[in-house]
T-cell receptor, first 115, second 108 residues
Framework: GAGVSQSPSNKVTEKGKDVELRCDPI?????LYWYRQRLGQGLEFLIYFQGNSAPDKSGLPSDRFSAERTGESVSTLTIQRTQQEDSAVYLC?????????????FGPGTRLTVL | RKEVEQDPGPFNVPEGATVAFNCTYSNSASQSFFWYRQDCRKEPKLLMS???SGNEDGRFTAQLNRASQYISLLIRDSKLSDSATYLC?????????FGSGTRLLVRP
């Protein structure tokens, strides 16, 4: 069965450009999460979707970061005017049980490099 | 203070050794507990859930002490393939909080 997929797998961009990262969760999973992982560090929570609403955006580091989700499907994380400190792996995860912490299944991540 | 704290290691052990990792968490209202494994340049994958009664999965044993807000993972008979970073994860409501991980290196 298909797991969580993310695209692109790698993205190199110049400082100041906008980037869009895509996540396709496991079919039927209602909850979707975005995390950021800098080199050698732990996972930082960015945003949580339940369906297409985002009850918790508390981890978004600045107003340059935004995310949306279409129904209980694809999500897009957008970073505007990228900065070098945005360089990291962006991981998406989904789980199937609304409102209850359960196993999260991760995608392979998008490795973003801002030059 | 971090919500989930782990010794970053690395723990460098020979094959066949027993190794234990510990983790503490700060939110006493936490409801769910996990160990995830992350290989280099890969995504985290669930290793096992952790229950108050303790649980075992083959060579892996996890323990939870709610009173002390402490979680442990014991790996017996270490294999080369166990080399990875082990993430302690604590959940409350919808949210999982990840520790920064403990790195394990198993040498031949």
């Amino acid at each position: 069965g298909a797991g969580v997929s993310q695209s692109p797998s790698n993205k190199v961009t110049e400082k100041g450009k906008d980037v869009e990262l895509r996540c396709d969760p496991i079919s039927g999973h209602t909850a979707l999460y975005w995390y950021r992982q800098r080199l050698g560090q732990g996972l930082e929570f960015l945003i949580y979707f339940q369906g297409n609403s985002a009850p918790d955006k508390s981890g978004l580091p600045s107003d340059r970061f935004s995310a949306e989700r279409t129904g209980e499907s694809v999500s897009t994380l957008t970073i505007q005017r990228t900065q070098q400190e945005d360089s990291a792996v962006y991981l998406c995860a989904s789980d199937g049980i609304a409102g209850v912490t359960d196993t999260q299944y991760f995608g392979p991540g998008t490795r973003l490099t801002v030059l | 203070r971090k919500e989930v704290e782990q010794d970053p290691g690395p723990f460098n052990v020979p094959e066949g050794a027993t190794v234990a990792f510990n983790c503490t968490y700060s939110n006493s209202a936490s409801q769910s507990f996990f160990w995830y494994r992350q290989d280099c340049r890969k995504e985290p994958k669930l290793l096992m859930s952790v229950y108050s009664s303790g649980n075992e999965d083959g060579r892996f044993t996890a323990q939870l002490n709610r009173a002390s807000q402490y979680i442990s993972l014991l790996i017996r008979d270490s294999k080369l393939s166990d080399s990875a970073t082990y993430l302690c994860v604590v959940g409350s409501s919808y949210k999982l909080i990840f520790g920064s991980g403990t790195r394990l290196l198993v040498r031949p």
